[in-house]
C-alpha cells in the first residue's frame, strides 16, 4: 500500500534469501513489449513523450471507489500504466513527478475516477498517464512520438508512421515572407516521403502476459534467472501513486 510497506517486504525476502515476486503481468503484456522495443530501436528517432491512457467511460459502485478500502483508479488501474510510463523511462532513479491531478466524477464512492500524471526524468522522453472513467473516446493505449515518426497501439493492433534519415533533406531556412509561384502569400508545404506499418499482436496481459509472469517466477526460483519484473519496479509505482495522492487530497465522505 505504501512505499514503505514495499521497501520493508524487499528487505525481509533479502534477509531471509527468498524469491519476491510482485504480479505485474502488464510489463510483459506483447502490446507494451512491442511498444517498448519500438522505441528503443531507433526507428522513431529520439523519443520526446509517451501518452498512455487506460480510459473507459464506465461508472463503479463497489468497495474499489472508497478511499477507506484505497480504492480509486490509481489504485486499481493505475499501476498498470504507472509501471509501463516508468518502463519508458527505463525506471531511472531521477523520476519525478512533474505535474499530478486527481478527481472524482462520476463513480459512487470518494476516490478518483479521473487521474491525469506526467513523468519525466534527465534525458528521458515526457510521459503522460490518463485513467479515466468518463472518456468514451479515447483511441490509443500507448501512443509514442518521436523526432522521425509516430507509434500508436491498442493492446491488439499497433502503426507506425516514419521517415528514414537522407530521405528528406533539410529545407533550408527562409525568413521572407512565403509566395509561391504567382507571387502570392503562401504556407510551408511539401510531401515527406513516410514509411508505414501495422501489426497485430500475439495475446495480451491476461495470458500471454500472465504465463509469461509464472514462467520468469519459475525460472527465478528453480534456476535463480534474473526476473524482467522487479520488485523495486513496483515500489516506484506506488511511490508515484503516493505523490500524486499528496498533491490532490479528496474529502473523505464515507
Known sequence: RTRYECDDLIRIAK????????????????????AKETADSGKLGE????DITYSNFARRWD??????????????TGPHPIGLALGFLDF????????????HVISSGDSDDYAKIILDAPGK??????VNSTDAYNA?????????????TTIDEYE????????????????????????????????????????SHDGTAFDKGTSSFYEMMYNAITANEE????????????????????????????
Open 125 to 130: 522522453p515526457v510521459v503522460d498517464i490518463e
Open 15 to 34: 534477509e531471509k534469501n527468498v524469491t519476491l515476486g510482485v504480479f505485474q503481468q502488464s510489463f510483459l503484456a506483447p502490446f507494451y513489449l512491442h
Open 160 to 199: 507506425m508512421k516514419y521517415i528514414i534519415d537522407g530521405e528528406n533533406p533539410e529545407q533550408p531556412l527562409i525568413l521572407d515572407s512565403l509566395k509561391d509561384s504567382e507571387g502570392l502569400p503562401a504556407y510551408c508545404s511539401e510531401n515527406l516521403i513516410t514509411h508505414e506499418e501495422k501489426g
Open 227 to 254: 526476473m524482467q519484473v522487479k520488485p523495486l519496479h513496483a515500489a516506484m509505482v506506488i511511490s508515484v501513486i503516493e505523490a500524486a495522492h499528496a498533491a490532490n487530497p479528496l474529502p473523505v465522505k464515507f
Open 63 to 76: 468497495w474499489q471507489t472508497s478511499q477507506v478500502k484505497m480504492g480509486g483508479n490509481i489504485y486499481n
Open 47 to 50: 523519443i520526446k513523450q509517451v
Open 92 to 103: 531511472s532513479d531521477e523520476f519525478r513527478v512533474a505535474y499530478s491531478k486527481l478527481d
Open 140 to 152: 490509443a493505449n500507448i501512443k509514442i512520438i518521436g523526432s522521425k515518426g509516430c507509434y500508436k
